[in-house]
């Protein structure tokens, strides 16, 4: 299986910060990676898939890059309703696997 | 629209068995994968396996295998997830997800959440 190794595992920022979460890959895994938030009690939302791209009606102030085994997710400016744990999830190979998650909270 | 509609929350004890579903609309049921995520209380997310309702072809992700069993009745656009004999670790969230054309296609929508609690 490959292994995602989200980090930090919990962040806090101030609001208008760049806020920065890293996942690596044991192995590569091309561009086959997306980003879910998920708020409490809620479902998890798709943000960013195949690294870097947007999904429909999510705002611009999220953003993800890299490839092989080293990605990032970037909030450009943090806002309140930003609040949330952020899960990477790899797709390049069954099982698919998500990192540990990350969770942001305001300073 | 595409929807996904699981089964109610459910309270069991140990030992006792247990099926959750999930009803889909608004796409060829058969021609997805469909996928069960689990997500135990104030813990991550965590892939357990996906079935291709078309022929009922099943992956489980190592950490399930011979835990749980993934099913689907085509006839009625509905995946199933099933315990013979529940425990408390498997106290969780369990979400159905419609994926791709591939086992390992990424998620396209997800199911609302089927909590289970497993208690004496």
């Known amino acids: 299986d490959i292994q995602m190794t989200q980090s930090p595992s919990s962040l806090s920022a101030a609001v208008g910060d760049r806020v920065t979460i890293t996942c690596q890959a044991s192995?590569?895994?091309?561009?086959?990676i997306s980003w879910y938030q998920q708020k409490p009690g809620k479902v998890p939302k798709l943000l960013i898939y195949?690294?870097?791209n947007l999904q429909t009606g999510v705002p611009s102030g999220f953003s993800g890059s890299g490839s092989g085994t080293d990605f990032t997710f970037t909030i450009t400016s943090l806002q309140p309703e930003d609040i949330a744990t952020y899960y990477c999830?790899?797709?390049?190979?069954?099982?698919?696997?998500f990192g540990g998650g990350t969770k942001v909270e305001i300073k | 629209e595409e929807q996904l509609v699981q089964s109610g929350a459910e309270v069991k004890k140990p030992g006792e068995p247990l099926k959750i579903s999930c009803q889909a609309s608004?796409?060829?049921?058969?021609?997805?994968?469909i996928g069960w995520v689990r997500q135990m209380p104030g813990k991550g997310l965590e892939w357990m396996g996906v079935?291709?309702?078309?022929?009922?072809?099943?992956k489980y992700s190592p950490s399930f295998q011979g835990q749980v069993t993934i099913s689907a009745d085509k006839s009625i656009s509905t995946a199933y997830l099933e315990w013979a004999g529940l425990k408390a670790s498997d106290t969780a969230i369990y979400y159905c997800?419609?994926?791709?054309?591939?086992?390992?296609?990424?998620?396209?929508?997800w199911g609302q959440g089927t909590l289970v609690t497993v208690s004496s």
């Open positions: 079935i291709f309702p078309g022929d009922s072809d099943t």
């Open positions: 192995q590569d895994i091309g561009n086959y």
């Open positions: 999830l790899q797709y390049e190979s069954f099982p698919l696997t």
């Open positions: 997800v419609k994926t791709g054309v591939a086992a390992s296609s990424r998620p396209r929508h």
């Open positions: 608004g796409y060829s049921f058969r021609s997805y994968w």
């Open positions: 195949d690294t870097f």
